[in-house]
């Protein structure tokens, strides 16, 4: 069963009837307070005087050296798949709203297996309607679009907009459409993942890894590439509510046009960034950052490390054509 949480972000669950109000949707799935903070930052200042500062802790694996202030970190070259950067790649982190990112996949599938269309109706349980955290704006018992709802997952976060279409697709059972999320990552070797949810929201055992991420990322643009014209999209307005995308990379790092955001106190700020200059497309990991800010920074240097990387690349030596081969018939008689 989902975990529902009472917190809501800035966003607004009705239509207001004239105009477009504007909202700002963030990238939080969920807020709570962290009462073990203080007992842990105690615990710290003991260990220092205590006998156990005398052992000196292993330095967390960081190929490339820089340095990055975040949990986790893993940079690949999506068309080479060659690994430019990897700082604790397989250490289990929620991967909150990154979550949506195997819905969408899921989602997506049963599109190009004829089980949907972009004008089949999702309704909205109340179930749907009470689920907190980022949502776009719909109503109890209303039909949307699913080319709506993939707009609104993709775009605005919606956490309500993933358990309407989990509902639909699990037929009337969202633990039904998280099944098919946990087979899809384990076809695409996510080994450190497992999935309780749709949409990333709190709950016991689950995970997954900034490699496994990447995995994902790799598979679902390799699979449907043309999701890219949503997930690059910095606002959506359904019902006369405009919601802003949370990947502040738009229109701000050049080349980025993907991909997913999200947070829970768990873990800290994610992304999982994508962005192509010439032929070359990165795809960018970065779990655990303190804040948007640090996100953002660290997903940049990380891409102007990997471009760095992907220009200094040897250039793959073409194949010689093969001779044609001649048939007798082709051959001249004097």
């Not at 807020?31 to 967390?60: D, L, V």
């Not at 997506?108 to 004008?119: N, P, T």
């Not at 790799?218 to 997930?231: D, Q, V």
């Amino acid at each position: 069963m989902l975990l529902l949480v009472s917190w809501q972000s800035g966003t607004v669950h009705a239509a207001t009837g004239h105009g477009v109000k504007n909202t700002h949707t963030t990238d939080n799935t969920s807020k709570s307070k962290n009462t073990g903070q203080s007992k842990a930052s105690g615990h710290e200042k003991k260990k220092r005087h205590g006998r156990s500062s005398r052992h000196k802790t292993a330095a967390p694996e960081d190929a490339g050296g820089l340095n990055l202030h975040v949990k986790s970190a893993f940079l690949m070259n999506m068309n080479t798949g060659k690994v430019y950067y990897s700082l604790n790649p397989d250490e289990r982190i929620p991967p909150a709203s990154i979550t949506k990112v195997l819905t969408l996949f899921v989602v997506r599938d049963a599109l190009a297996q004829g089980k949907i269309k972009e004008s089949t109706p999702i309704p909205v349980s109340s179930l749907a309607i009470r689920t907190g955290g980022s949502t776009m704006s719909l109503y109890k018992g209303e039909k949307v679009p699913l080319s709506e709802i993939i707009k609104g997952i993709s775009v605005v976060s919606a956490n309500n907009a993933c358990v309407a279409v989990a509902e639909y697709l699990g037929k009337g059972d969202s633990r039904s459409f998280v099944g098919m999320m946990n087979a899809k990552a384990k076809s695409l070797g996510m080994s450190r993942s497992t999935f309780r949810n749709p949409n990333g929201l709190p709950a016991n055992g689950q995970f997954s890894s900034a490699r496994d991420i990447a995995k994902l990322s790799a598979g679902y643009l390799k699979r449907y590439p043309e999701s890219l014209a949503i997930h690059s999209m910095t606002s959506h307005t359904y019902h006369g509510v405009a919601h802003h995308n949370a990947n502040s990379l738009l229109g701000r790092y050049e080349g980025a046009d993907g991909l997913k955001t999200g947070f829970v106190c768990a873990s800290g700020y994610n992304i999982t960034a994508t962005a192509k200059r010439g032929n070359t497309r990165l795809i960018a990991v970065v779990m655990g950052a303190r804040n948007p800010i640090i996100r953002e920074v660290e997903t940049s240097r990380l891409l102007d490390f990997g471009f760095a990387q992907a220009a200094s690349d040897p250039v793959p030596a073409e194949k010689a054509p093969k001779p044609a081969k001649h048939s007798k018939h082709s051959k001249k008689h004097s």
